[in-house]
């Protein structure tokens, strides 16, 4: 098989794991699997360097940034390189200019155009294993770039899909993706798979495990993921294409966000644009907007209700006061959190959003907001509510079992 | 004026110390100067990362060294980048690759082959201080070299030469070159000016200064070096060509190196090519023979003495022990040290080297092997003289006044 392997800072956060993860490196080669590496920074060392450069300013210069934080990568490609072979596998560390990862000219958040595999390849035909410097590339112009925090799964993703990878094992200190947070529901259970869009709506579920740009990427790509611990020999979750067994299962995962806050426009004149004003302008300040919800029109005025990460609110608050436009009054409401339910089996079984929103009813929760996907329902609740109704939620839904 | 100044690791050993820096260079900056700044890693992140190596493997492959090391030079030149942005200066940082450094192909200890200027002198002509990791380049592959200990010294070098600076400012903690170790003989002066091949000579009193082979770059590509202190405001040191003025001086420093080791074969048969085998087996284990006396035959065999390093001394005894041809006996004598007499000015007044001897017989030091060239006489002397040779040679050319 040719597998990439994706290890994260915890899991090479020192010497001694450094040395383990090799261990586990070397037997997968050794069982006659052909093997692309790709490590993050040490963990702890990123954080390290974006202190020194805040030390000098607070806002430093994008590109120079790059060149700072791209590495603490190469530091660790280095060093997992060295002491593979130590062990006698014979390997190459390298950059991300040197595994041909070419991107866009974005600094700090750059996008992968393109990967060009002829000395990945090229290597791993000599029966080399390669280890990547994860997070980094560079553009057409020959500048350092990386691809944002959590950028070297981004960085094994898009190899895995370049090179059509068997399999990317992406490596962290937990064991897979559970059906929801175990320190919230403690009979909560690690999947054994999940499709790409599931893992999307549960993204606050995997974000310690891995980012949604690169389940995004995977998805695209059709990369099948899996998601283990560097830390045990546990069989971890498989990301991948929804399959009919999937679709047996009704609900996959309970996901709560409390980084949620919601606005409330009342009144706004109902004409055609205004809704694209708000939002455009919003957008424009890379306010994420999450649920929307606009009423019917009674009077000729509406109102617009929608959400936002909390840690915006300060930035929407600035936006909103500069409306051109008329409307009444506008409500902050920083107290609310998000419960979601996902499962594909939605598709296919009717009566899933009825029995989350009568369940939550009989415990006296009140929805403030609902939204729908063809996989998905999430809900506004009161923040306080949180926690009880994700342990509602996965007993319903018959998650404890 | 165009001035490339280089900051070693003291000099950037923190982040106030890259504050201090960045507070020098906006300086020269704004009095009207070009500048290309390189630097060090800071001072023991190279030792550090080393040290990470060797916990893996006692001879890690050189290509992943250099991988692993390059990235020092690469974090201080990204920060300092900042702290000049910050104070208002438009700075951009380079890796050795940006900054066109091409090198051999031999990793850790690589030349520097050429130097494509283009992009330093595209952002020069735009305004911005260009800052450079020093001490790497890349090689014709695309691997990143690393130009061994001292490296950023050369990096600078090369740069002043390639652009025909007016002057390569070499910063450490030491503001100049002395007369002779001040430990040894507080008397000792900051020399103003010094010919290239003085320093060279004087090797051992400029090493926390800058390295031989960026001294013997200078000189050969007629770079004027200043070596000062990034701690101080004092005038520093000028390594330039010989002057009139040097020429006045008859001695400019001694200095002492105690790093010495004396082999003698005694009783070598005397046929033509005996030496060229000898000094051959041993410059192919890489022993770096100094001085060489080889007495007038008399009987059919002669005897021939030579100093090494100390630290080479063990490979010495190993390479002679497996000699081919006649010898009657081998001493090793690893007391010794040798006392260098250095000043342009020998050059036309004679007598200089007369004066040397006189005074050590005069102080009951015995010579043991003399060798002299043009501007230096070096003298073997037992190692418990060493200090007293120094002073008394220091006293007796009116180095002291």
Redesign the interface.
């Known amino acids: 098989m040719l597998i990439v392997q994706k290890y994260g800072g915890t899991s090479v956060g020192g ?1 001694d794991r ?2 383990s993860v ?1 261990g586990r490196v070397a037997k997968a080669k050794r069982d006659g699997n052909s093997l692309v590496v790709v490590v993050s920074a040490m963990s702890g060392e990123t954080n390290k ?1 974006v202190g ?2 805040q ?3 607070k806002t ?2 994008k ?3 790059d ?2 934080l ?3 990568e ?2 660790t ?3 997992l ?3 593979l ?2 062990m006698g596998i014979d390997a ?2 390298m ?1 991300g ?2 595994a041909g990862i070419l991107t866009d000219i974005n600094h700090t958040y750059a996008r992968i155009e393109s990967i060009d595999t002829t000395t990945i390849k090229r290597e791993l035909d000599s029966g080399k294993v390669v280890v990547v410097a994860g997070f980094q590339g560079i553009n057409t112009t ?3 770039t990386t691809l944002g925090r959590g950028g070297s799964d981004l960085s094994a993703v898009a190899i895995a899909g370049a090179l059509d990878a068997d399999v990317c094992e992406i490596y962290s200190d937990v064991d897979g993706i559970y059906t929801t947070d175990p320190r919230i529901e403690p009979k909560a259970k690690k999947m054994d798979f999940i499709s790409y869009d599931e893992m999307l709506e549960l993204a606050s579920l995997g974000a310690k495990v891995l980012q949604n740009r690169s389940v995004e990427l995977a998805k695209k790509l059709s990369v099948k993921i899996v998601a283990k611990s560097s830390f045990s020999d546990a069989e971890g979750t498989v990301i991948s294409k929804e399959s009919e067994e999937m679709e047996e299962v009704l609900v996959s995962g309970i996901a709560l966000d409390k980084n949620q806050a919601r606005v409330t426009l009342r009144e706004v004149m109902d004409r055609p644009g205004i809704a694209a004003e708000i939002f455009t302008s919003l957008a424009d300040e890379q306010i994420n907007v999450d649920m929307i919800i606009q009423n019917a029109s009674t009077d000729g005025t509406t109102n617009l209700g929608f959400t936002i990460p909390s840690s915006e609110l300060e930035r929407a608050r600035e936006v909103i006061a500069n409306f051109s436009h008329d409307y009444g009054a506008v409500d902050y409401d920083e107290g609310v959190c998000k419960v979601s339910v996902v499962g594909v089996g939605m598709k296919s079984h009717s009566g899933v959003a009825a029995k989350a929103f009568s369940i939550l009813a009989k415990n006296n929760i009140n929805i403030e907001m609902i939204s729908t996907s063809e996989i998905k329902v999430s809900m506004i609740i009161d923040e306080k509510y949180g926690e009880l109704a994700v342990r509602t939620l996965h007993s319903v839904y018959d998650l404890d079992s």
Chains 1, 2 share one sequence.
């Open positions: 010497l450094i040395e090799a360097l020194y450069a030390h000098f300013s430093p210069a590109r120079e940034m060149m700072l791209s590495s603490g190469r530091v490609a280095a060093l390189s060295i002491a072979q130590e190459v560390g950059t200019r040197q020959g500048q350092v």
